[in-house]
């Protein structure tokens, strides 16, 4: 016989379930403000990167309680309003005005033997250039949102035709696609993300300028540091995008991806692409230089692409490296303080090695190493450490020629022409590097090309690019050319 007092057993359950049902009700509630939160913070640094506008009030008409009735004059008056600068009298001023600084280093190029001419256009860091198959065009890159292309018909003419072309995101390199008038550019986003595009130039009018395609993300939420591109026959080559991770991407000429190639290494300096499309390989944090081989059919189609090489040899990491005009050789420079040329011309599928050529001391300061190469068409190595350039001979190592402290930064991006360029009434040919490098002073900003011209092994040009920072919002920029007799 049961108490009166027991409770029944359905009441328990009853209460056990309520209960139950509120743990998991208030976990849920838990679980939904987590998520909530962690999809705000992508949104939140989104708006943080936004730069936001401060609304307009509207003007309030002053009324006679805002009118001082004091008898005894303010002890300042206001101070009228100075009127703004402009970025052509800025540019004027400081062309008429050179400051110490400036005319030093404007004099140091001015007056060098191989000073041909000088460019003018862009308002920020140039980062990115490139020259046309045919070497009749010269395209940059520029953080001020502007791509140009230059036509060089010729180099000394005072002012060279150039069109533009304004971008909605910051170009970080450029490309020529299957016709001069095509530029495949690398972009960055509003979060860094990479975003590759090819865009057409008919003119300077806008109606003649469209974007034929367009790839977002290309490198799937990661930047971009370098694009280059091969030609395997007028209408038909490869682009080759490089990540700053430790990832290589193949495109078509009408942006088809067409591989995607882990470099094996924690990130990526830069990249090179041999001129006919072959090779390509990845400078990175690693010693060892892999080396992939694009293959084609018959009709220079893409059909795959397979690591066929590695570089053994070098004790640290390979900062920049470049490939012989006819893809038979290849030099790297490493942080270990070398330079090596090597035979890539192997048998490399019946398990060849390649083959340490020439391994030479980087003539440098210490702690320093060679961060961009370029080989030239006649053989003439192009070797850039912070702002010295030395010129190679890749056959003894001997350093043919220097520009040792040029400017007071370093050279971001090094290329030589692969056709000969007219200079002058005379038609004379010559061939042509850019070199652009960017310098940091206390007194002005401007951004300078500079080509030179080497008659060491044949007729060849040399560009450099420079810089000075005047104020941090205000920028003016200018190309030289130079030619030089040695």
């Known amino acids: 016989m049961t108490s009166s007092s027991s409770i029944p057993d359905s009441l328990v359950d009853a209460e056990t379930q309520s209960s139950s049902h509120a743990t998991l009700v208030l976990l849920g509630l838990f679980f939904a403000a987590g998520v909530v939160y962690l999809v705000s913070l992508p949104i939140r640094a989104l708006w943080k990167a936004v ?118 995101t910051t170009p970080v390199d450029v490309a020529f696609g ?108 690693t010693s060892d230089v892999k080396i ?41 420079a490493s942080k270990d303080g070398t330079w090596r040329v090597w035979n890539i011309n192997v048998r490399y599928h019946q398990q060849e090695d390649p083959k340490t050529l020439l391994q030479h001391q980087q003539e440098v300061p210490a ?20 702002s010295s350039i030395h010129f190679l001979d890749p056959a003894t190592g001997s350093r043919v020629d220097a520009i040792d402290a040029a400017h007071d930064a370093a050279v971001l991006n090094m290329e030589w022409a692969p056709t000969t360029i007219p200079v002058g009434k005379n038609s004379q040919s010559c061939w042509l590097c850019c070199l652009w490098i960017q310098v940091i002073t206390a007194e002005l900003a401007s951004f300078e090309t500079k080509l030179l011209n080497l008659y060491t092994l044949a007729d060849v040009i040399r560009a450099l690019c420079t810089g000075y920072i005047l104020h941090s919002h205000y920028t003016c920029a200018t190309a030289r050319l130079l030619a030089d007799m040695i």
């Not at 018959?298 to 490296?321: E, P, R, T």
């Not at 702690?367 to 068409?377: E, I, K, M, N, S």
């Open 367 to 386: 702690g320093q190493a060679y961060t961009r190469l370029a080989w030239g068409p006649h053989g003439l190595l192009a070797a850039a450490c912070d």
């Open 292 to 332: 992939h081989e694009v293959r084609y059919d018959k009709q220079n189609a893409y059909q795959s692409v397979a690591k066929v090489m590695d570089l053994k040899g070098h004790k640290s990491q390979i900062l920049c490296l470049a490939f012989a005009p006819d893809a038979t050789k290849m030099v790297t």
């Open 51 to 168: 730069p936001q506008r401060k609304p307009k009030l509207p003007k309030r008409e002053a009324s006679s309680s805002d009118i001082t009735t004091s008898s005894q004059p303010s002890q300042k008056a206001a101070e009228p309003q100075k009127p703004g600068v402009s970025m052509k009298q800025l540019m004027k001023k400081t062309n008429q005005n050179p400051t110490k600084a400036q005319s030093a280093v404007t004099d140091k190029a001015t007056h060098h033997p191989a000073y041909l001419n000088t460019l003018k256009g862009h308002t920020d860091n140039v980062g990115g250039l490139a020259f046309s198959a045919d070497g009749s065009a010269l395209a940059t890159a520029c953080e001020d949102r502007v791509i140009r292309l230059f036509k060089l018909t010729d180099i000394t003419a005072k002012n060279m035709g150039f069109m533009k072309h304004n971008m909605i």
């Open 178 to 285: 299957s016709a001069p008038n095509l530029l495949a550019v690398t972009a960055r986003g509003i979060v860094q993300e990479a975003n590759l595009s090819m865009v057409h130039l008919g003119s300077n009018k806008a109606s003649e300028q469209h974007i034929l395609w367009q790839v977002p993300n290309s490198h799937d939420g990661r930047p971009a540091v370098l694009l280059q591109s091969a030609h395997r026959s007028q209408t038909s080559g490869v682009l080759l995008s490089c990540s700053a991770k430790n990832e290589l991407r193949l495109f078509s000429f009408a942006g088809k991806q067409l591989a995607s190639v882990d470099a094996a290494g924690l990130h990526n300096h830069m990249a090179a692409i041999s001129l006919d499309g072959r090779f390509f390989a990845a400078a990175t944090f």
